[in-house]
């Protein structure tokens, strides 16, 4: 379960310091071109998004590679499916309906999260 624990945690942390990326460097009329025509309407979301996915992304990786706060590491997976929650309820209010990927990314954030900190900490 370690092993899978840590496989979840890798995909996350590259999903989501790619996304976070994304959404802080780019331009966001070329976020737009890319499918996230809402980044143009709400900059400031966009923006925070992109920071707290990178913020939580090293928080998967970083403590565990340097076993120092682990504590982080469950901490950081917990607010990632946070920022999917409130992801999906955005899409949702905007009349979307194609977030099958934040529902992925939830639910294996969740994983992570309660795997980390309950029976399989580092």
Same mark, same amino acid.
């Given at each position: 379960m ?12 590259? #999903? #989501?310091? /790619? ?11 070329? =976020?737009?071109?890319?499918? @996230? ?5 709400? $900059?400031a979301?966009?923006?925070? /998004?992109? +920071? ?5 992304? =090293?928080?998967?990786?970083? $403590?565990? +590679? ?5 504590? @982080?590491? $469950?901490?950081?997976?917990?607010? =990632?499916? @946070? ?6 309820? #955005? ?12 529902i992925?990314?939830? @639910?294996?954030? +969740?994983? +992570? ?10």
């Open positions: 370690d092993i899978a624990l840590w496989i979840a945690a890798i995909l996350l942390a590259a #999903f #989501f310091l /790619a996304a976070g990326i994304s959404k802080t460097l780019i331009p966001l009329d070329k =976020l737009a071109d890319r499918g @996230l025509g809402w980044a143009q309407e709400k $900059p979301y966009a923006r925070t /998004a992109g +920071v707290a996915e990178i913020l939580g992304a =090293l928080g998967l990786i970083l $403590p565990a +590679v340097f076993t120092i706060a682990t504590f @982080l590491i $469950p901490l950081a997976a917990a607010g =990632l499916a @946070l920022i999917m929650a409130l992801s999906i309820a #955005f899409h949702l209010s905007r009349g979307e309906k194609d977030f099958a990927i934040n992925a990314a939830l @639910l294996l954030a +969740v994983s +992570v999260a309660w795997g980390r900190s309950s029976n399989w900490p580092l």
